[in-house]
C-alpha cells in the first residue's frame, strides 16, 4: 500500500548514521499502555536505548490493543518502536534485584504502575535515588489528591478535563474521542519534562529527580482557558458542535460531490478574504466584523454564507479556490486520504519500516524534523522478551544457570 502512493522510506539500515542528540542515554520503559510508551518512543526515536520491560507471562496490553495482523498488534509494532524487550516480573524477590541491577545502568526510569505499587515491591523512589542518584524517576499515574489510588485512564481524564463536556453537538451528549488522546498528549509532555530533568542534572549538576505528572494536567491544558474565565467572569462553556465561540465561521462544511472541508478564520485577514471569496464582502466593514468575538455571535449568517458557497462546488474546486484567495481550509481526511495526501508524502510524515513478520509496513515518522541530530526508525515492535539474555548475560553478569533459574522461578521471560 504505502510503495502505491509513493511513501518514500527513511530507514536504510546499512546507511551511516548521524549522531542523534539523545546518543548515550538508557531509559527504562516499566510504563504500560499510551503515555508512557508514547514518551520513551519520542525518546528512541532520537537515539535512546530504551528497554521496554513486560510481565513476563501477559506481557504488555498494548500488545492486544487494536487491529492485528497475522497475530501482530499493529499499534505495538509502532509504540515499540526503537526499543529493546525484556521480560521481567518486578513483583518477585529475583525479579526486583535483576531490576535495580540493570536501574543502576540506566539514566531514566518511566512507570505507570498506581501509586504505592513500587513501594510495595520494595522498589520506591527513595530507595533507587539512594541506589542511582542520578537518576530521573518519571511516574504518569499522579501521586498526589484524594483521586491518586483510583485506577487512570485517557477516557477519565478527557472526561474531567472539560474535553467531553466542550465536544460534541448542542443538543448531544459529551463526547469522547475515539482514540488515545489524553495519553498521547500526557506522554509528549512527559518527554519534556524528562529533557527539563536531565538538562537540569548534566548541565547544573544537579541530581536525579522524582517526576510527578498525571494523565489529566496535560489534558486540561490543551482543553483551554475554561477555569480562569469560570474564575474571573462566572461563564461555564457548552458544546458549539464544530463551531468556536472565539472566531467565525469556523466549521465543517459539505460540498456537492459529498465530501466534506473544514474552514478556520482566527484572523481578520482570512475572514475578510473568505467571505469576499463566496461573494459577500459587504459583511467585511461591519463593525461586528472587526473581531473574532464578534464574528462568533453572527456565526449564523457567516456560517450560512460559506456553507451554500461549498455545497454548490465539489472539493477540487473549493481547495482551488480558496488556495488561490490565501483562505484557511483542509480536506477532512481518513486514514486512506491521508496516506495519499502529496503534502504529507513529500514532508514524510509517513515512513516505511520493514518489520521482520509483516514486511513494509507504514507508520508516523519522528515527530520533528532536526538538522543536525536527526531522529530515526531503526525497528519496529518486536517479539515478548526477545532482548532478556541479552541485557541479563551479556550486559549484567546473569551467567546461562541463573538465568535458567530465574526463568523457572518465573522472575524473567
Not at 520513551?40 to 530504551?50: M, N, S, T, W
Not at 505495538?76 to 540493570?102: C, H, P, Q, Y
Not at 547544573?204 to 474571573?232: C, F, K, R
Not at 548475560?393 to 546461562?400: P, T
Amino acid at each position: 500500500m504505502a510503495a502505491s502512493v509513493g511513501i518514500d522510506s527513511s530507514v536504510d539500515f546499512g546507511a551511516p548514521r548521524a549522531i542523534a542528540a539523545l546518543d548515550g542515554l538508557r531509559v527504562i520503559d516499566a510504563s504500560s499502555l499510551i503515555a508512557g510508551p508514547i514518551c520513551c518512543q519520542i525518546l528512541g526515536d532520537f537515539g535512546a536505548e530504551v528497554i521496554k520491560i513486560e510481565h513476563p507471562v501477559t506481557g504488555d496490553a498494548l500488545r492486544g490493543h487494536g487491529h492485528q495482523k497475522g497475530g501482530q498488534g499493529l499499534w505495538w509494532k509502532e509504540i515499540s518502536r526503537n526499543k529493546r524487550l525484556i521480560g521481567l516480573n518486578l513483583s518477585t524477590t529475583d525479579g526486583a534485584v535483576a531490576f535495580m541491577r540493570l536501574l543502576a545502568t540506566a539514566d531514566v526510569l518511566v512507570e505507570s504502575f498506581r501509586p504505592g505499587t513500587l513501594e510495595r515491591w520494595g522498589l520506591d523512589p527513595d530507595r533507587l535515588l539512594a541506589e542511582r542518584p542520578e537518576l530521573v524517576v518519571l511516574r504518569l499515574t499522579g501521586q498526589h489528591g484524594p483521586y491518586a489510588d483510583r485506577p487512570g485512564f485517557g477516557t477519565l481524564a478527557e472526561a474531567m478535563s472539560g474535553f467531553a463536556h466542550l465536544t460534541g453537538s448542542p443538543d448531544g451528549p459529551p463526547t469522547l474521542p475515539p482514540f488515545g488522546l489524553a495519553d498521547s498528549i500526557c506522554g509528549i509532555a512527559a518527554s519534556s519534562a524528562v529533557m527539563m530533568a536531565l538538562w537540569h542534572r548534566d548541565v547544573h549538576g544537579g541530581a536525579g529527580q522524582v517526576i510527578d505528572i498525571s494523565i489529566l494536567e496535560p489534558m486540561m491544558a490543551a482543553t483551554g482557558p475554561g477555569p480562569i474565565v469560570y474564575d474571573q467572569l462566572g461563564i461555564v462553556e457548552t458544546r458549539h458542535g464544530n463551531r468556536s465561540t472565539n472566531n467565525a465561521p469556523r466549521n465543517t462544511y459539505r460540498t456537492s460531490d459529498g465530501h466534506w472541508v473544514a474552514v478556520s478564520t482566527s484572523t481578520l485577514s482570512v475572514a475578510r478574504r473568505v467571505l469576499a471569496l463566496v461573494g459577500h464582502p459587504e459583511v467585511v466593514d461591519e463593525p461586528w466584523f472587526q473581531s473574532g468575538a464578534g464574528r462568533a455571535e453572527h456565526a449564523d449568517l457567516l456560517d450560512g454564507f460559506v456553507a451554500l458557497w461549498i455545497s454548490e462546488r465539489t472539493r477540487a474546486e473549493v481547495l482551488e479556490l480558496f488556495a488561490e484567495a490565501n483562505g484557511a481550509i483542509a480536506p477532512v481526511y481518513s486514514a486512506e486520504d491521508l496516506v495519499a495526501d502529496e503534502h504529507v508524502r513529500a514532508a514524510r510524515m509517513l515512513v516505511e519500516v520493514n518489520d521482520p513478520e509483516l514486511g513494509p509496513v507504514l507508520m508516523h515518522n519522528v515527530m520533528w524534523r532536526m538538522s543536525a541530530t536527526p531522529g530515526r526508525i531503526a525497528s519496529t515492535g518486536g517479539e515478548a522478551g526477545a532482548d532478556t539474555h541479552s541485557i541479563l548475560v551479556e550486559e549484567l553478569g546473569y551467567s546461562e544457570d541463573e538465568l535458567l533459574r530465574l526463568r523457572e522461578t518465573g522472575a524473567v521471560g
